[in-house]
């Protein structure tokens, strides 16, 4: 079975552009999760659906938003670039909310 | 506020000497922990979930164990392909199914 897939792998963006990030969950999963990951941290949470409803949402700006399609797979949209948003952005999926989740390779984004 | 302190930062070993990695966690009440490798420009791959204390997962080398306050990932007889870091997660029963990251272990094992 396949894995978590996330496209692009990497992305070069300049400062003040926007960027859609896209996630395939494992199938069957119905959450869909997304972090940041920046060198030396532990992943940060950003947000996560459930059944293409928003379950919780971490402490990022409103440039950050995000969706879940009927097939559970998810985009997460980021506006008007900062360079402090250069980093690995990983999606994670899991079949409900006590089991693990599952994570991509994610996307690296560097801004310019 | 949940908190989860993962000890030590960095850990360097020789192949076959045997360490422990620490997960300690402050929550209203324990969901779940869930313990993750995470190799140079991957994701963090699932190893084990703990979910009471005094349950012990193993895989291979990897040892993992749960008490009330901490979680201990124990390495036996490492190999150099053992060298990832190594993340804690703590899923708090309080309403949300939002997991808490540690900032995790690196670990370096040297032939």
């Known amino acids: 079975d396949a894995g978590v897939t996330q496209s692009p792998t990497h992305l070069i963006k300049t400062r003040g552009q926007h960027v859609t990030l896209r996630c395939s969950p494992i199938s069957g999963h119905k959450s869909v999760s997304w972090y940041q990951q920046v060198l030396g941290q532990g992943p940060q949470f950003i947000f996560q659906y459930y059944e293409k409803e928003e379950r919780g949402r971490g402490n990022f700006p409103d440039r950050f938003s995000a969706r879940q399609f009927p097939n559970y797979s998810s985009e997460l949209n980021v506006n008007a670039l900062l360079l402090g948003d250069s980093a690995l952005y990983l999606c994670a999926s899991s079949s409900d909310s006590n089991q693990p989740q599952h994570f991509g390779d994610g996307t690296r984004l560097s801004i310019l | 506020e949940d908190q989860v302190t993962q000890s030590p930062e960095a850990l360097r070993l020789q192949e076959g000497e045997s360490s422990s990695l620490n997960c300690s966690y402050t929550v209203s009440g324990l969901r779940g922990l869930f313990w993750y490798r995470q190799d140079p420009g991957k994701g963090p791959e699932f190893l084990f979930t703990?979910?009471?204390a005094g349950e012990e997962k193993e895989k291979e080398r990897l040892k993992a164990t749960l008490t009330k306050k901490e979680s201990f990932l124990h390495i036996t007889a490492p190999k150099p392909e053992d060298s990832a870091t190594y993340l804690c997660?703590?899923?708090?029963?309080?309403?949300?199914?939002?997991?808490?990251f540690g900032r995790g272990t690196s670990l370096i094992v040297h032939p």
């Open positions: 703990l979910y009471s």
């Open positions: 997660a703590v899923l708090d029963e309080g309403g949300s199914y939002i997991p808490t």
